[in-house]
């Protein structure tokens, strides 16, 4: 986005907070124009908007929090015209310099779209995406607790009175839940917390099978597609969704994507030494999921296992060749949301492979691009 051209033209900064929203005005050329604060309500938004639209021509408008405090608020602006742009908290280096108040926040978050440092688009968080990331978070607490649940029951067994423990030994965990669930609550304390523990354990299980259900309509409705690719399943494409989000087309190319899940490699070179690192930052949930899906391919499909016996012979350790699968899925992920074959880049050579796979050449270590549409 281009920061505004005439004089008239202000920017808007906003650091949210739970109850309240603090505006900075900046005008084109720099100059603070004057900082409020506003309640965090449907009232508050409007008489924000209103405030900084009596400063000068507002057109656009820098958040912090889109995706927490500052989801309503990027919402409401964006249903009334403004460009949303995404603001990171300053540096700490920036906050040692100028201190830390929340005005100095906001002012901060609108020179930062002022001078084109920041220029994300925000996540809209409002289609089947954001159901799929409810629904996730949910899902996720109750595998947690089930997981929990067990362990607790498991370990009230250990010490449990000797015939108890004899009469439930060797069952498999659906019989055993079934047994405890039976126990006799007045026998005492420990088939008390036995029968409480699997029926919590039955309850948990119920409800994560019909959010699983839940989820995976959700996804076979809004894209389909990626359910039909080996190895992912609907946790793993949930989480992938979520992480591009329903207004997928703000990034910019398959390669933002990549850095997003955090399969981008690194450059790590210097004088005569040319290599790259891993990359830690992105999501690391979708890079988890990435990983499960390379993990399922090279137990059940042939051309990964093929392209992994292959890399390892030209010396590449099989970590190695993991992380350039999950840069391939990456890419196949990414195609799959946008609906559109991506092209190969300008100067690449491509080279195919009997995997299935092809590599480009254009640096050393390019990662995978799918030789077929």
């Excluded at 990171?88 to 830390?100: F, I, L, Q, T």
């Excluded at 005492?188 to 989820?215: D, P, S, W, Y």
Aim: glycine share 8%; with cysteine; proline share 4%.
């Amino acid at each position: 986005m281009q920061p505004p051209a005439d004089s008239t033209t202000v920017v808007l900064g906003v650091d949210t907070h739970k109850d309240i929203h603090v505006a900075a005005v900046v005008s084109a050329l720099g100059a603070l124009l004057g900082t409020r604060e506003f309640p965090a309500t449907t009232t508050g938004y409007r008489e924000l908007l209103s405030w900084a639209c009596s400063l000068g021509t507002l057109r656009q408008a820098g958040v912090e929090g889109t995706g927490s405090y500052g989801a309503g608020l990027s919402r409401y602006l964006a249903g009334e015209g403004i460009a949303v742009i995404e603001v990171n908290r300053p540096d700490r280096a920036a906050r040692r310099r100028s201190g830390k108040t929340d005005a100095v926040d906001a002012e901060a978050a609108a020179r930062a779209v002022l001078g084109g440092r920041a220029t994300g688009c925000p996540k809209s968080k409002d289609g089947p995406v954001e159901e799929l990331r409810v629904l996730k978070v949910v899902k996720d607490s109750a595998v947690r607790n089930r997981t929990q649940a067990i362990n607790q029951l498991k370990a009230i067994l250990v010490s449990a009175p000797a015939r108890l423990r004899e009469s439930l030994a060797g069952l498999t965990n659906p019989a055993l839940f079934k047994a405890c669930a039976q126990l006799d609550p007045d026998e005492g304390a420990v088939h008390h917390a036995l029968r409480l523990l699997a029926h919590r354990i039955k309850q948990l299980t119920a409800e994560t099978t019909a959010l699983t259900r839940q989820i995976t309509t959700i996804i076979q409705g809004h894209q389909p597609q990626l359910l039909e690719l080996t190895g992912v399943g609907p946790d793993s494409a949930a989480i992938l969704l979520v992480t591009a989000g329903d207004n997928h087309d703000r990034l910019r190319d398959e390669a933002s994507f990549a850095a997003l899940c955090g399969v981008s490699p690194v450059e790590r070179s210097s004088g005569k030494s040319q290599r790259r690192r891993l990359n830690r930052g992105g999501n690391r949930q979708a890079n988890a999921a990435l990983y499960r899906i390379v993990l399922s391919r090279l137990r059940w499909e042939e051309r990964s296992r093929a392209y992994l016996q292959r890399r390892t012979a030209e010396g590449k350790t099989k970590r190695e060749v993991i992380r350039c699968l999950k840069r391939y899925v990456a890419r196949e992920i990414h195609r799959c949301i946008a609906g559109a074959s991506l092209p190969v880049p300008d100067g690449c050579q491509v080279r195919s492979s009997s995997c299935g796979y092809a590599s480009t050449r254009e640096t050393a270590g390019r990662m995978r691009v799918p030789r077929h549409p």
